[in-house]
């Protein structure tokens, strides 16, 4: 099933935008009369009707809405130093959507090797993933902050909240542990330098727990996908344990 994304669907508005247009008309050749499916970016399917096949603005009509399409059963937040190569952190958010994702949040630490941070590939890789992974929900791309002002504004989040860094220190719990049984989770992991010892001092201070995602030593987009999907993992076990 193709899904098509428009930003005012669900504020009334009944066409596509040039881009979504012009792969719906002369991309996958549909015309009017054809149904197509389109999703709002914020949990809303509409099952609708092509009524001008312009390339250029398809507009249609609304037959039937389907909410919180493709959703899943917890809140993830992950925020994620960009690696010095844009690439891998355009992989990781796609990926992370993919999988199962809220809201990213690139940082930048004391370490950090890259310190500047272009939003708009990333959106567009946003809503392509959204929808090549059937998902009526887009995460949020926030702006770009330090570790500490991070640290600072999401110390009162619920549920998990959790750091990820190289160090072999004690006490750090496997992250699939960390998470069992939260519905919430905000999830850091540091750039390639990893997180300054006065940075890891102030999530701990804070309140932030510090967990392992095994012996391997992971890249960064690596390691973010995978706490990613820890989440992911332990939400379809869930499921699976009440059935």
């Given at each position: 099933?193709?899904?098509?994304?428009?930003?005012?669907?669900?504020?009334?508005?009944?066409?596509?935008?040039?881009?979504?247009?012009?792969?719906?008309?002369?991309?996958?050749?549909?015309?009017?009369?054809?149904?197509?499916?389109?999703?709002?970016?914020?949990?809303?399917?509409?099952?609708?009707?092509?009524?001008?096949?312009?390339?250029?603005?398809?507009?249609?009509?609304?037959?039937?809405?389907?909410?919180?399409?493709?959703?899943?059963?917890?809140?993830?937040?992950?925020?994620?130093?960009?690696?010095?190569?844009?690439?891998?952190?355009?992989?990781?958010?796609?990926?992370?959507?993919?999988?199962?994702?809220?809201?990213?949040?690139?940082?930048?630490?004391?370490?950090?090797?890259?310190?500047?941070?272009?939003?708009e590939r990333v959106e567009r890789i946003l809503i392509s993933a959204a929808k090549q992974s059937h998902k009526g929900t887009i995460p949020t791309l926030n702006p770009a902050v330090s570790v500490r002002q991070f640290i600072e504004e999401h110390s009162s989040d619920t549920g998990a909240r959790l750091i990820c860094y190289c160090d072999e220190a004690e006490g750090k719990t496997d992250?699939?542990?960390?998470?069992?049984?939260?519905?919430?989770?905000?999830?850091?992991?540091?750039?390639?330098?990893?997180?300054?010892?006065?940075?890891?001092?102030?999530?701990?201070?804070?309140?932030?727990?510090?967990?392992?995602?095994?012996?391997?030593?992971?890249?960064?987009?690596?390691?973010?996908?995978?706490?990613?999907?820890?989440?992911?993992?332990?939400?379809?076990?869930?499921?699976?344990?009440?059935?």
């Amino acid at each position: 099933m193709e899904l098509f994304y428009s930003a005012n669907v669900s504020a009334g508005g009944t066409t596509l935008d040039s881009e979504e247009s012009a792969h719906c008309i002369k991309v996958l050749r549909h015309r009017s009369g054809d149904s197509i499916n389109v999703v709002d970016g914020h949990g809303m399917l509409y099952r609708c009707t092509i009524l001008d096949d312009n390339p250029r603005a398809v507009s249609f009509r609304i037959d039937e809405s389907v909410e919180n399409y493709g959703s899943h059963d917890y809140r993830l937040h992950m925020a994620v130093a960009p690696p010095k190569n844009p690439d891998r952190f355009e992989w990781f958010a796609e990926k992370a959507t993919e999988i199962g994702v809220d809201s990213i949040t690139p940082l930048f630490g004391d370490y950090s090797e890259r310190k500047i941070f272009k939003p708009e590939r990333v959106e567009r890789i946003l809503i392509s993933a959204a929808k090549q992974s059937h998902k009526g929900t887009i995460p949020t791309l926030n702006p770009a902050v330090s570790v500490r002002q991070f640290i600072e504004e999401h110390s009162s989040d619920t549920g998990a909240r959790l750091i990820c860094y190289c160090d072999e220190a004690e006490g750090k719990t496997d992250i699939m542990e960390a998470l069992r049984g939260a519905d919430r989770a905000t999830i850091m992991i540091g750039p390639e330098g990893d997180f300054s010892r006065s940075e890891i001092s102030l999530a701990l201070s804070s309140g932030w727990k510090t967990v392992s995602l095994g012996d391997s030593r992971l890249r960064i987009e690596t390691a973010a996908v995978t706490a990613t999907a820890a989440m992911y993992l332990l939400s379809i076990g869930k499921r699976q344990y009440k059935q």
